[in-house]
């Protein structure tokens, strides 16, 4: 299968640390995949230079066959990447339909009626309709958490990066999330998850991608990953 994004030699440092460290990764359309890694390991500087947030010092992406560093966020989640933040960024005097349509506001082939019935859509898939008029402020952290969720599919993103998604949400809820995951995996979206829950990782991804000290330590399946004595220490260490 044709490799959607490829990260070549990537690397980025904060004054004295290395945050990634040359970093080699290739990703098929419609993978699932898992990375984790110990606190400070790099994970989400990978995915803040995947979609845009920082620049790299060295290497290249390339996603769909074009390159992509130095593009801006913006611009990529127009191309099709999308990402979630630890805390997220909905605006939280306006209401959930409207941030709905704030985030619609970048398809501009799109009709103000067009981005309603797709929003509409999406709520109901995330059980958020009776909070349609409901201001953001008024929602519990797991209902915030799902809106976030909504507004990038709002974007109609063909990768998604999700970071720390499941943080402090409830069984549940957790549960409900892992559907949605699913769901849209099998609709063809390709999906880099981070989570420091390794259970949530490894129930959901085939493919778990292992970051230390801004190197890949291991890249296989929840299986091999287990097994990895590298893993293991760079856990023990933390
Ligand atoms: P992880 O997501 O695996 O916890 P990060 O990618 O957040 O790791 O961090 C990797 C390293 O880079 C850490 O040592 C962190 O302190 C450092 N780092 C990340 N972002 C910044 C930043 N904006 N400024 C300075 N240092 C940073």
Redesign the pocket.
Known sequence: MAEQLVVDRLTKT??G?V?LNGVELAFSAGELIGLI??????????L?IVSGY?TADRGQITYENQPIAGTSPHKLARIGIGRSFQVTKVFRRLTVMENMLVSGLSDWSETRSQASERATAILEDLKLTRLRDERASNLSGGQLKLLEFARIMMLQPKLLLLDEPFGGVHPELKRFMYDCIRKWNAAGITIIL?SHDMGSIFELCRRVVT?SY?DIICDGTPEETRADKGVLEAYLGE
Do not use: D, E, R, V
């Open positions: 904060f004054g640390i945050a890694g110990p606190n400070g390991s790099g994970k989400t500087t990978l803040n920082y981070i970051l801004g």
